[in-house]
């Protein structure tokens, strides 16, 4: 039943795991607190990955009242207990809020019931509440032992064995509401919610001429409603951390009239719950309502959004954290020491770090105190980084000084799309162009890529014209380059389409695919010359990485292309180098999950049956992995980690073994370039074959549909913070050009901007070659490769898992302006 894995390439997977045994150890898993999607995939995470080591793993059923309570409550999971519940909301195990569990009575009786079972290892998912009472628990449990001997209800041996209690938690609340972790568990699919709800929303909205009052989740903390009302460029947000100046009233009042003006047929407002003003006193949807009606007369609906939050199937991003944050948790369980803190495993950028749990219940619960003190820019700045990162985006993209205001570069920036369309493409080009103008500059748009560029002005009139609907006014179809973004000092309304369209040709600066600039670089540089273009913003997948390097080399013949070049990545593949992330790569890998569980849906009540689906991604196998984490998939051929006959022989072996359990589905991804000769046809024929009398087979080619859709929440933020990044970027490298003609001729001037460990840097291309394998088509090194174990084990095979880059406690960061 166990495949082995070493003929995985050297290098990703590095050794681990022998020393670490859970042999004779017993760990207590429990939820607690409200309850957050992705839940499941944390305990489906703690009970495999202590199976896998060897312990015994506890379900404590109720939260705190299960362990208080005993009995039934608390009892031994194995390896099928948790199948099928990767794709279910909520909690399994059920949550609950317990009093008894605030008193020592209570906790004495709680310690007991775990000792019954010889529990001493506690992994609790909740909320900073739920932390809180497990740090204390940990801390009174020599004390509690001791009164249980005296009670007579444990002997002495006892209190010597179970000596001490090791605690690890995971956050597991929607709101991201705990300092110490970028991302806690259930906040991805909230926004998914909420991001749905909007969608909903605008177009209802936009045929009446609407303002909407959004509320969302976030009694103490605003993320929720920054975040969304950056997906979906609200006119106004209210945060409980950053409450609007006095005069608000009117501000507001204006900023929505400005934009009705502008023809924009639809206002939305985003509240947090818990929204204050300064004198901390909330600030309610219905109030918000009652002063759009009164001073503006606006047809005004108010919406609250409420459990809805908390509801619906997990998204990819919650289940892959909740998976890596539990496989951690035991981890950390098992190299506790007596004087190791209770710790929490948390997200920093992409990698998993533990941190002292108190130390984040004292910062979160620091950002409350400067809330009631009303410290405001405190609260912002001990948020973190991201929060303020975001608020200030959201500023920027959102408020706009009137045009005499602007004081004017006469610069020319271009903004052109390369490659297949990626979900929030849309929202890149929106931010940059806004970005842009703010900044001075005259915005152009390139139409049909390089293609379209090499062009120019001559090009046909574009088809799309018609079906641009709102945005046809701010890039007009009717040639390849045209001053339509200079048209955009008024912002005009296009909310709507840039959110909402995929990257879609209707729908956007339009690309088109394959044309590398190489062969018109004289007409490329021509186009250059004719609209003085200064610098030029690239989006696009690894075709516009090429293109890049391909301008960057023709600086010596050309020098039109002496100017700043960045690219950000924009590619459901993600195989861009210089970024761990492209934009669109979350939205693919949504609804290839999506479409994975529907798959393994349809097969309720019928035989034992094995899917295989295949995934795009050229050669790089991201989607294929990381769909096949999220999907709790049984393999996933990459072309990464090369396999053979004896690979798919041991996996149709362990599929043979699965169906002898209660677990009678199997699903099997592959990449669409992992293999030559294994296609997908022949994959499917050799399981069919091989599976004959255990199971039947069926096969599924996903295609485009992963390059559709509506962004997730993810790409649309990311499009938009990391191109406004990027055109902050070429306004300084602007500036450092003014009056003088500069010509930019260094490295540093031809840039891709990506995210790496969280960090936006800027990457030369002329460096990133030596990263580039280039016959694929990837980058040599791929962050994720390291997450691949933890699929294998997860389904039961036996694998390495590399903890290189865990096991350290770190300490909680404040992010200092
Ligand atoms: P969350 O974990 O989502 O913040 P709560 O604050 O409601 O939610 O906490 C959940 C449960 O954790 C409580 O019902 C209680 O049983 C336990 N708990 C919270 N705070 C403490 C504490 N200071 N001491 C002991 N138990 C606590
Ligand atoms: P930032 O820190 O870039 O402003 P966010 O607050 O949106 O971003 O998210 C915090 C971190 O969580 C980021 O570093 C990002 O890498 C990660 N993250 C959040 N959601 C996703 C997702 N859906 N897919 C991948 N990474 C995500």
Redesign the pocket.
Same mark, same amino acid.
């Given at each position: 039943m166990d495949a082995d894995d070493s003929r995985a390439p050297k290098g990703s997977l590095r050794k681990f795991l022998e020393h670490l045994s859970g042999a004779g150890k017993a760990i207590g898993v429990l939820t607690? #607190? $409200?309850d957050a999607q992705g839940m499941n995939a944390a305990v489906r995470a703690v009970v495999r990955m202590g199976i896998y080591v060897g312990a015994k793993v506890y379900f404590i059923y109720e939260?705190?009242q299960g362990m208080v309570d005993g009995g039934s409550n608390i009892a031994e999971a194995d390896w099928e207990s948790v199948s099928s519940i990767l794709q279910v909301g909520g909690t399994i195990i059920g949550s609950a809020?317990?009093?008894a569990?605030?008193t020592r009575e209570g906790r004495l009786k709680a310690a007991c019931n775990l000792l019954q079972r010889g529990i001493t290892n506690l992994c609790v998912i #909740? $909320?900073?509440?739920?932390?809180?009472?497990a740090n204390?628990f940990r801390k009174e449990w020599s004390g509690l032992l001791e009164e249980l001997a005296r009670n007579g209800q444990i002997d002495k041996e006892a209190v010597q064995k179970y000596a001490y209690l090791n605690v690890v938690g995971m956050v597991g609340?929607i709101d991201n509401d705990f300092c110490g972790t970028d991302m806690t568990i259930g906040t991805d699919s909230a926004l998914h919610r909420i991001i749905e709800v909007v969608d909903a929303i605008m177009t209802t909205a936009q045929s009446h001429q609407r303002t909407f009052v959004l509320e969302v989740m976030g009694r103490h903390c605003g993320y929720l409603a920054l975040v969304s009302a950056l997906a979906c460029g609200a006119d106004w947000v209210f945060l409980p951390e950053s409450p609007p100046e006095e005069g608000w009233e009117e501000q507001m009042c204006v900023k929505l009239s400005e934009n009705r003006a502008r023809k924009k047929r639809l206002n939305i407002i985003i509240v947090a719950e818990g929204a204050i003003d300064t004198q901390n006193k909330p600030i309610t949807s219905e109030k918000i309502k009652e002063l759009v009606v009164t001073q503006l007369g606006y047809d005004t609906r108010v919406t609250i959004l409420g459990h809805v939050q908390r509801g619906g199937t997990p998204s990819a991003f919650d289940r892959i954290l909740a998976s890596r944050m539990g496989v951690e948790a035991v981890i950390a369980l098992l190299e506790a020491t007596p004087d190791t803190p209770a710790c929490v495993v948390s997200l920093n950028g992409n990698h998993a770090v533990r941190l002292p749990l108190m130390e984040c219940v004292q910062m979160t619960q620091d950002v409350q105190k400067a809330m009631d003190e009303r410290r405001f820019q405190d609260a912002v700045r001990l948020r973190g980084r991201s929060f303020a990162g975001n608020l200030n985006t959201y500023k920027r993209l959102a408020i706009k000084l009137p045009d005499d205001q602007i004081p004017k570069t006469n610069c020319n920036v271009a903004v052109i799309n390369v490659g297949a369309p990626a979900a929030g493409m849309n929202a890149a080009v929106r931010s940059a162009v806004r970005v842009g103008i703010a900044d001075g500059h005259r915005m152009l748009a390139i139409y049909d890529g390089f293609d379209g560029f090499a062009k120019g002005q001559k090009e046909e009139p574009c088809s799309g014209r018609e079906s641009l609907g709102a945005d046809a006014s701010w890039i007009p179809g009717k040639a390849s380059l045209r001053e339509g973004c200079r048209q955009l000092p008024v912002l005009p309304p296009v909310e709507l389409p840039v959110f909402q369209g995929a990257g879609d040709v209707s729908q956007g600066v339009r690309e088109k695919r394959s044309v590398l600039p190489g062969k018109y670089l004289e007409e490329i540089a021509t186009q250059m010359r004719t609209h003085s273009i200064n610098a030029l913003l690239i989006i696009g997948g690894f075709e516009a990485y090429l293109g890049l390097l391909e301008l960057s080399a023709a600086r010596e013949k050309h020098e039109e292309f002496c100017v700043p070049m960045v690219m950000v990545p924009a590619t459901v593949s993600n195989n861009v180098p210089g970024s761990d992330f492209s934009i669109g790569a979350d939205t693919a890998l949504n609804t290839i999950t999506d479409t994975c569980d529907r798959i393994k849906q349809s097969a309720s009540g019928t035989k034992r049956r094995v899917f295989i689906i295949e995934t795009m991604g050229g050669y790089c196998g991201y989607l294929a992995n990381m769909g096949g984490l999220a999907a709790g998939a049984d393999a996933a051929y990459i072309f990464e980690e090369p396999f053979d006959i004896r690979d798919l022989q041991s996996n149709v072996e362990h599929l043979t073994e699965k169906m002898k359990t209660t677990i009678q589905r199997g699903l099997v991804l592959r990449n669409e370039s992992c293999s030559e000769n294994y296609t997908t046809d022949f994959i499917y024929q050799l399981y069919s074959e091989e599976g004959k009398g255990v199971f039947d087979c069926r096969k599924n080619v996903l295609g485009h549909m992963q390059q559709g859709g509506a962004p997730s929440p993810f790409d649309r933020n990311f499009g938009t913070k990391i191109s406004a990044r990027a055109m902050e970027w070429i306004t300084a490298k602007l500036k450092e050009a003014r009056g003088r003609g500069k010509k930019f001729t260094t490295d540093d001037s031809i840039c891709v901007l990506g995210i790496s460990k969280r960090n936006v840097i800027f990457q030369p291309v002329a460096e990133l070659k030596k990263q580039t394998d280039f016959e694929h088509r990837i980058p040599k090194e791929q962050w994720w490769l390291k997450l691949r174990p933890l699929m294998k084990i997860l389904a039961k095979y036996k694998a390495s898992y590399d903890v290189s880059d865990s096991g350290q406690l770190e300490h909680v960061q404040p992010w200092s302006v």
């Open positions: 607690s #607190g $409200g939260g705190y809020r317990c009093q569990f605030r #909740g $909320g900073d509440g739920s932390l809180t009472g204390l609340s």
